[in-house]
């Protein structure tokens, strides 16, 4: 009987075995995708055969099974570009280090990592291998360059393993591993953003002094973490671009890390051309040391009491984004400390924003570091002032509101 209560139903879930002996549970969990409702067809690694049968996974999926490239009577009956639109959700359980590094790679070796390349469904991961072998920075620097491309990993856990160690590196549970490909597929793809591309910066900037030093500010990036989430629940597919200090974010986030503003600046244009929605929410540094050095400046150096650092100016990100005029919406934000909104409807006008959302900083009760905050959003047709609340509430209903506002331009 198909459970009602996951979002599963009817969804085609395309699952990857890879050859690890977690395979051994392929079988359990295609039976329980089956009784979310999910219409499942099984691919396999050419190891995965050592673990596993075809003949019991076609029995459970009720589809044949799939494991090469080059299966001509396959090809003729569904390709493996056709089986990778069919896909809605791609599911790699286990997940070896050998097909992480694939995958990592962007390798098209074998029938599984081409289809994750082919297909533009997302991808879930549920790593399998011994525990030394998951530490190995290899395999989690593939994990890392996976999770910024946007898979979602799932797992794996602790506890005894198959080679007699124990430690981290144990499949999750197919059950576990349902409910989570279940909670983000309730996600994906439905709500006012589905379809759309949203990036978001945030976070502060540093702009080095010398190795050691840099010009910064207080900003904690939670506001744009948050507007981030909100816009993953609304069905967009989100890139975030973070600088320094930044908490993590959901692993269907396409995450980049930077550290300058110069840096967030190309990282910002590299993605440009895939935005529909552009919110800059980052604190970017304005201006940058005019010379960095590349050793540390020495104290007693110079002779007088003060010392010049000379600054020059910053690229302007979010006006840069306005000008390129590939983004169909930009949003700014602004903080503020004095003539709050006289001060944020002129840099909307300046940089030609199609809206933006202030907030008063020098409250202590909101803004930088605190959970809470208080913004107006200020738009072409009006101005509606958000009231003090949490910044997970504020992004939601800001999410709603722009996707609200700019139907028109975002479905044009
Ligand atoms: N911004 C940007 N690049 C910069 C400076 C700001 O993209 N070099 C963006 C911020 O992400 C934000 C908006 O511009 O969305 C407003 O930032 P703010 O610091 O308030 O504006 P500034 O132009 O720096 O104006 P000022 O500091 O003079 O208030």
Redesign the pocket.
């Known amino acids: 009987m198909p459970n009602n209560t996951l979002n599963l139903s009817g969804k085609h879930i395309l699952l990857g075995v890879s050859g690890g002996i977690a395979a051994y549970k392929a079988p359990i969990l295609v039976r329980r995708l089956v009784e979310a409702g999910a219409i499942v067809q099984v691919v396999m690694t050419a190891n995965a055969h050592h673990f596993v049968t075809t003949t019991t996974l076609q029995a459970v999926s009720g589809h044949v099974v799939r494991d090469d490239l080059w299966d001509q009577a396959a090809e003729a009956a569904m390709g493996h570009i056709e089986l990778a639109r069919w896909a809605d959700h791609i599911l790699v359980a286990p997940a070896t280090a050998g097909t992480i590094a694939r995958l990592a790679n962007g390798e098209a070796s074998d029938l599984l990592s081409t289809l994750c390349l082919a297909s533009n469904a997302p991808v879930s991961l549920a790593p399998a291998m011994n525990q030394q072998m998951f530490a190995h920075p290899a395999v989690q620097r593939n994990l890392t360059t996976l999770k910024t491309d946007g898979y979602q990993i799932v797992g794996p856990d602790s506890g005894d393993q198959a080679c007699g160690d124990t430690g981290l590196g144990r499949m999750t549970e197919p059950e576990e591993i349902v409910q989570a490909l279940n909670a983000s597929s309730a996600k994906i793809g439905t709500g006012p953003l589905a379809g759309q591309t949203l990036m978001v910066?945030t976070g502060p900037t540093r702009e080095a002094i010398d190795p050691v030093r840099y010009i910064s500010n207080h900003s904690s990036g939670l506001q744009g973490l948050a507007v981030a989430e909100a816009g993953r629940q609304a069905g967009a597919r989100v890139i975030l671009i973070a600088g320094p200090g930044v908490d993590p974010c959901h692993g269907d986030i396409a995450r980049f890390n930077v550290t300058s503003?110069q840096e967030m600046y190309d990282r910002v244009h590299e993605h440009l051309p895939e935005t529909d929605l552009f919110i800059?929410?980052?604190?970017?540094a304005?201006y940058r040391p005019a010379n960095a050095q590349q050793q540390k400046i020495k104290r007693h150096t110079q002779a007088e009491d003060q010392v010049q650092l000379p600054l020059i100016e910053?690229?302007?990100?979010?006006a840069s984004v306005v000008q390129a005029q590939q983004a169909k919406v930009v949003v700014?934000?602004?903080?503020e400390t004095n003539d709050t909104l006289q001060n944020a409807r002129e840099?909307r006008a300046r940089?030609k924003l199609d809206a933006i959302v202030v907030n008063d900083v020098s409250d202590q009760r909101i803004g930088f570091n605190s959970l809470d905050n208080a913004v107006t959003l200020i738009h072409t047709g009006g101005e509606i002032d958000f009231g003090v609340q949490p910044k997970t509430a504020i992004a939601e209903q800001l999410i709603s509101q722009l996707a609200e506002l700019f139907a028109p331009k975002l479905q044009a």
């Open positions: 910066t503003a800059g929410v980052a604190a970017v304005d910053n690229p302007d990100i979010i700014g934000f602004a903080a840099k940089k």
